[in-house]
């Protein structure tokens, strides 16, 4: 699939011959030099402008791996990912590939971090890689951080419930928008409601503001404590303020009848993502 990509945008035989040779590489051919100095070149090879995929190669990439989505990716990172996956593809378990990721991110610079973190999207679904996702959820550098939260299956299938609900609050530290974050409807607990509420205070005792999006994540939570701020705000907001918007829509997305309660029923068949897209103030 990445080499249909490139192919229609870029030099995919050189590509092709990069990956050839690193699949067949052995002991004596250096592999983790060749990996090294392929993905080093590969901007000035292929160029860095975006794939900009069409519906029929999105479409065909979810059937592939559902939940994938490269619409943000760039010529030169879908082809550094297609390269660590040919390189990964002679090593004999999960534990020898997390050993070669933490070697790539460990000398690799930013860009080419990036492109590591977002392959976490074709990567196998392995315990072994945890430890790797959790450098990316500790990142304080927001274009890193992002490129493993947004717009990636394998968060939500793989992190933990404690580096899930660190890594949602640490969107909130670096102003980045949720609505990309694939999963936040199936694995909101009551833990991370409480942990938003005290967010929340904080953000209002020093006059700062905060994501909206922030009331979704209250709404879905069975949080008791986050819905009674939920019910304050929706009590003390006006129907004309900005927020309302965003609490009504918290409301309807609400798995909680007593949530859902306080804003008329949403549209059939409302894609609540898009919605939040729409409405978010926080950008990438």
Known sequence: MLRSWLD????????????????????????????????????????????????????????????????????????????????????????????????????????????????FALYPRDPALLARAGEAVRSGIRPVFAAFALRNPWPQAMLPQAAWNQMLVKTFFLDLPLWPIQGLAGRADEELGEILCDLAAERAAAGRGLNPEIWRLLALSPSPRGHAL??????????????????????????????????????????????WAELAQWRE
């Open 230 to 275: 939920l019910r304050e705000r929706f009590a003390s907001e006006r129907d004309g303020s900005i927020l309302m918007p965003a609490l009504r829509l918290a409301a309807q997305e609400s798995p909680h009848q007593a949530v859902r309660a306080l804003a008329l029923p949403a549209p059939p068949g409302t894609a609540f993502a898009d919605e």
């Open 8 to 119: 229609a945008r870029a030099d995919g035989d050189w590509y092709a011959r990069q990956c050839q040779d690193l699949a067949h590489a052995t002991a004596s051919d250096r592999p983790l030099n060749l990996l090294f100095k392929a993905m080093g070149i590969a901007p000035r090879k292929l160029g860095k402008r975006d794939l900009a995929l069409s519906g029929a190669e999105q479409s065909a990439a979810l059937v592939l791996q559902p939940g994938f989505d490269a619409s943000r990716w760039s010529v030169d990172q879908a082809a550094r990912v297609g390269l660590v996956l040919a390189a990964a593809g002679r090593l004999p378990d999960g534990a020898a590939f997390a050993a070669l990721l933490d070697e790539l991110s460990n000398q690799g610079d930013i860009q080419e971090q990036i492109a590591l973190y977002q392959g």
